[in-house]
């Protein structure tokens, strides 16, 4: 045994003799005695989890740290991936090797740059007619995820053939194992994937729409839809005050002007982001018959989510009408619109239909748009 292991073994049980100890494997390496008793592997397990350190949210701001976390857990994990992969090879059906299988893959592909091998390991599992039947489903159902997983990273421009490769693995889990709670969250996520893409995301929430007609998601599979399908359609606001000064705001008093409706939250960093070019863009075309709105999807009042709010306003000097709906993600407003990232921007022309319900890729593109073309001439 490598002798970082067996300190790590010794600080994880002090109270133990070196003699005491059973016979470890030495993470990879073939063992070449006899198998050992599962419950030596998952004693074993047990203690190498213990050597794992923890994740210090103190220092989740530092940009170094990240790496520093990985770089001293990076042994301990391997040692619970050999472990894993232990118990499969002299034990396939004990009934820890599901959960351990899952919990290799899960380390392998979000901590230790491994995605691409896990990946190779599951589809061989998902080939050998040996394998069991509930370890195939396991590794249909983490093949998935690795791939969504790793499409998550590159948000700003997915790779073509990565996505490919994640519609396959989740259709491919959706006909294997069609009952199977996951498959909603994998489409789910799916479907997030394909923002930019209406052909595929109104595909893919229609078809989440037909599969789970009771979901507790079902309203913002329709307020997506809704969304994909409103170019042209009139938009409406009930009348609500102004959360910066009480006053109340008429969406009907505003018809003729262009309302740039902008979904945010204060807690949301990717929208205190775009606040600056917001705010020079309200001020830039206001006098072309711009109107600026926010609506926030901060927490309720009770949480400090109004607080937020105004502070985050006061700060980022922001002084158009902010529409604050007081549930967070639950308000029924922006579910009835299918919100699901923030900040998300709709563009209103001046007869109040909607001219863009994506304009948080290309705003004043889409601003520009709305004041030279008809509502109806407008793309998403």
Same mark, same amino acid.
């Given at each position: ?13 002090? =109270?133990?003799?070196p ?9 990879? =390496? ?14 074993? &397990?047990?203690?190498?989890r ?7 949210e103190? +220092? ?22 050999e472990? /894993?992969?232990?118990? #499969?090879?002299?034990h ?7 959960? #351990?299988? $899952?919990e *290799? ?10 995605w691409? !091998?896990?990946?190779?390991e599951?589809? !061989?599992?998902?080939?050998? %007619? ?8 396991e590794?249909r /159902? ?10 998550q #990273? %590159?948000?700003?421009q ?5 996505l ?6 989740v ?23 394909y923002?930019?893409?209406?052909v595929? %995301? $109104? ?5 989440? &729409?037909?599969?789970?007609?009771? =979901?507790?998601r079902?309203?913002?599979? *329709? ?18 005050k102004? !959360? ?10 505003? *018809? ?7 979904f945010w ?8 982001? $775009? #606040?600056?070019?917001? +705010? $020079? ?6 006098e ?11 927490e309720?009042?009770d ?9 985050a ?13 007081? !549930?967070?993600?639950? /308000?029924?407003?922006?579910?009835s619109w299918?919100?699901?990232r923030l900040?998300?921007?709709?563009v209103?022309? +001046? %007869?109040?239909k909607?001219? /863009?319900?994506?304009?948080? *890729? ?19």
């Open positions: 045994m490598q002798a970082k292991y067996l300190c790590l073994l010794l600080l994880a049980a002090p =109270s133990c003799s003699s005491e100890e059973p016979a470890a494997s030495t993470p990879g =390496s073939t063992p070449t005695a006899a198998p050992r008793e599962a419950k030596q592997i998952m004693d074993e &397990l047990a203690r190498a213990l050597a794992v350190q923890p994740f210090d103190n +220092r989740r701001a530092i940009a170094t740290y990240f790496q520093e976390y990985r770089e001293q857990n990076a042994e301990a994990w391997n040692w619970i991936c472990l /894993s992969l232990e118990l #499969l090879r002299s396939p059906e004990d009934g820890n090797v599901i959960l #351990l299988m $899952r *290799r893959w899960r380390l392998q592909c979000t901590e230790m740059g491994q691409e !091998a896990a990946v190779r599951m589809e !061989a599992l998902m080939a050998d %007619e040996k394998s069991a039947p509930g370890l195939v489903d590794a /159902s983490s093949r998935a995820l690795a791939c969504l997983g790793q499409l #990273l %590159e948000l700003a997915p790779d073509p053939a990565l490919a490769r994640a519609q396959a693995a259709d491919a889990m959706l006909l294997a194992q069609p009952g199977d709670p996951r498959c909603q969250e994998l489409l789910w996520q799916l479907a997030l994937l923002e930019g893409d209406p595929r %995301e $109104r595909e893919t929430f229609a078809r989440m &729409l037909e599969l789970y007609p009771t =979901s507790p079902i309203a913002l599979y *329709r307020g997506k839809l809704r969304q994909l399908d409103g170019l042209g359609q009139p938009f409406e606001m009930p009348v609500f102004n !959360a910066l000064d009480e006053r109340e705001v008429d969406l009907a008093a505003l *018809r003729g002007k262009v309302l740039v409706v902008v939250a204060a807690r949301a960093q990717p929208a205190l982001d $775009r #606040l600056a070019e917001f +705010r $020079r863009l309200a001020g830039e075309y206001a072309r018959g711009v109107v600026f709105l926010g609506v926030s999807l901060d309720p009042a949480k400090g989510g109004r607080e937020l709010l105004l502070a306003a006061k700060e980022h000097g922001l002084d158009w009408p902010q529409n604050y709906l007081g !549930a967070g993600w639950a /308000s029924p407003f922006s579910v299918g919100i699901t900040p998300h921007v709709f209103v022309d +001046r %007869e109040g909607l001219a /863009s319900t994506a304009a948080q *890729r290309e705003l004043e593109a889409a601003i520009r748009g709305a004041l030279q073309q008809p509502a109806a001439e407008a793309k998403r």
